[in-house]
């Protein structure tokens, strides 16, 4: 299966500032999926990232707050935007690698002060 | 959209003993998916079971997907199973994308 990378890791933002996270996987999919786990809750869809067109956001989920890129078929940031202490939670990076199984990275810790 | 619910939201262990979690959901899938979240958070997939019994070492998962639920069992629990179990769907045109439980948290102790 895909091994996916993502970074930072965590970080800690203060209010008002953007931070990008980047995943790499280390072979060419279809489709990338970003999903974000606010503390002690499930994992929740943000959006779809397609090579070559625009992301596929889910209810309640905007372009401005979380723009998506997708390059090329091994590669996705997320940023979250104008943060708030709202925005604190996991952000996870994943892409279907095969056999209709859904690999995730590591995931990157936001926390907002 | 599909709903899903995993049951019990809680469950304390004692080393070396046996459990099932259960997950029930709302509508016929395409995929059914088990995964464990260790402490770190770290989310591995265990299990890519729609319908049918699997088995991997001390685990094993059943999903009957005409009663629309799926059952994982873990057998002689370790400490190292402790974590959050998901259960995640995807329901017919989704594309692969996950509906999540709310999951189970397990916590085995020595």
């Known amino acids: 299966s895909a091994v996916i990378s993502q970074k930072p890791s965590r970080d800690i933002c203060q209010r008002g500032t953007s931070l990008t996270i980047q995943c790499q996987v280390d072979?060419?999919?279809?489709?990338m999926f970003w999903y974000r786990q606010q503390p002690g809750q499930s994992l929740t869809l943000i959006a779809t990232a397609n090579q070559g067109s625009e992301a596929t956001y889910e209810s309640g989920f905007v372009i401005d707050k979380f723009p998506i890129s997708r390059p090329n078929l091994t590669f996705s940031t997320l940023t979250v935007s104008n943060m708030s202490p709202e925005d604190s939670s996991i952000y996870l990076c994943s892409a279907n690698s095969g056999a209709n199984v859904l690999t995730f990275g590591a995931g990157s810790r936001l926390t907002v002060l | 959209g599909i709903q899903v619910e995993q049951s019990p939201p809680d469950l304390i262990l004692q080393e070396g003993a046996n459990s099932t979690l259960r997950c029930n959901f709302s509508?016929?899938?395409?995929?059914l998916q088990w995964f464990h979240q260790n402490p770190w958070g770290q989310l591995i997939n265990l299990f890519y079971i729609p319908s049918g019994t699997k088995q991997n070492g001390r685990l094993s998962a059943t999903t009957v997907a005409t009663e629309r639920y799926s059952l994982l069992y873990i057998s002689s629990s370790q400490t190292t199973d402790s974590g959050v179990y998901f259960c995640a769907v995807e329901s017919g045109g989704s594309n692969y994308k996950l509906t999540f439980g709310k999951g189970t948290l397990l916590t085995v102790n020595p």
């Open positions: 509508d016929s899938v395409n995929n």
């Open positions: 072979s060419q999919v279809t489709m």
